[in-house]
């Protein structure tokens, strides 16, 4: 151990940690009752039949975890240095659930209680907005909700039933969002049938690999249809080291304008500005699960350090070390405030 965590600001900055989940009993409920009655799809089998059945003490204390969001996660807090949590349903939120009306109602009342749970600690937690994109005229308004009551920023756990929002019926989305100047963080969730089969079989569906892939697949869907010139101004974040797109980017940007060129496909269109403009003006990436100064320093080469914003990933990685690893990080001080306070204080109008 290098140094003793502690908040308050004692190493000339804040610790504001960005992607951090919590889950409401009747949510993990749903996902029980979906794994039992056949109607989870493989990756709810293997995501959450793993988290809700499992006896090992990895699944257990994350549940335990998920499901606090008070004395407990405060002091979990206090002894990682952890300042200020912002909060989010856990994957997949309500996104499988197959009954829009359920999954409506359910993430309402989701919403209700992280709003009175962060109204009660109000220096220490603030709220995303979750939704149902099943249904994206209402989600369009339980943004505004949201807002109202104090939120800042909104999440989606990346596809809803193999559907993305790059698709024409989740436009309300996209104007709620900028209509209230929110941030729209995309976090992973297990693969949609058309993707699992190979990744399930080897057991790198998850964390581990498969989320990554299709969430960046995600951001490129957006990206590639154009979502950022019809909404100039709307940020989306996305974890885990912006899911290797910025490792990816010089190849994803040359490919991607040998396609325009050549007209491949249907779907890619001439864009204003090219990959590394979005990424650089419109995207912000977290170091959820990417506590590795190679990862970060690549991330602020390509993207810049005004767009790399701190992350735990409380409670499934919860490792002090890895808070120490970002404190010990060899870039300026200046850069490391960026990185642990004044983006994310920028970017959700804290
Ligand atoms: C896991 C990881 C699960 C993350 C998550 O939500 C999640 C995991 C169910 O390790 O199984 O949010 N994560 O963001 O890395
Ligand atoms: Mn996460």
């Known amino acids: 151990m290098t140094h003793e965590l502690k908040t308050g600001g004692d190493r000339g900055y804040k610790r504001i940690a960005t992607e951090e989940a919590f889950a409401t009993r009747e949510q993990i ?21 793993f988290y809700a059945t499992s006896p090992s003490e990895r699944a257990t204390l994350i549940i335990d975890r998920l499901l606090d969001l008070g004395e407990r996660r405060l002091a979990d807090m206090d002894a990682t240095g952890i300042d ?15 009954d829009t009306e359920e999954a409506k109602a359910m993430v309402q009342r989701a919403n209700d209680y992280l709003a009175e749970r962060c109204q009660a600690h109000p220096t220490r937690f603030v709220g995303m907005t979750s939704i149902a994109p099943q249904d994206p ?48 963080y995309i976090h992973p969730q297990t693969l949609p049938d058309s993707m699992i089969g190979g990744m399930v079989e080897a057991g790198l569906d998850g964390a581990i ?32 080291g912006g899911e290797a797109i910025p490792y990816w980017l010089y190849r994803i940007n040359y490919m991607h304008q040998a396609g325009v060129r050549s007209q491949r ?29 190679p990862a970060i320093k ?14 735990m990933d409380y409670p499934y990685e919860y490792v002090a070390d890895e808070v120490r ?25 804290l």
């Open 29 to 49: 409920d749903a996902y029980l009752r979906m794994v039992k009655d056949g109607t989870a799809d493989k990756g709810m089998v293997s995501l959450w039949g």
């Open 84 to 98: 200020v949590a912002i909060l989010s349903l856990t994957s997949p939120g309500v996104q499988p659930l197959l």
């Open 137 to 184: 005229e209402w989600s369009a308004a339980e943004i505004r909700r949201g807002a109202e009551m104090g939120f800042r920023g909104v999440m989606v756990n990346s596809h809803t039933q193999g559907h993305y929002l790059d698709e024409p019926q989740f436009d309300p989305i996209f104007r709620a969002l900028a209509d209230t100047g929110q941030l729209l």
């Open 209 to 240: 690999f498969g989320f990554g892939v299709e969430t960046g697949m995600h951001l490129l869907r957006l990206i590639t249809t154009g979502i950022f010139d019809r909404y100039p101004d709307l940020q989306i974040a996305v974890g885990h």
């Open 265 to 293: 496909y249907e779907r890619l269109k001439p864009l204003k500005k090219d990959m590394f403009g979005y990424m650089r003006e419109n995207v912000l990436a977290t170091t959820s699960g990417l506590p590795f100064p």
């Open 298 to 311: 690549l991330m602020h080469e390509v993207m810049g350090e005004d767009r790399v914003m701190y992350a």
């Open 325 to 349: 690893a970002h404190d010990l990080l060899d870039i300026s001080d200046a850069a490391k405030k960026k990185l642990m306070q004044t983006n994310a204080e920028r970017v959700f109008k």
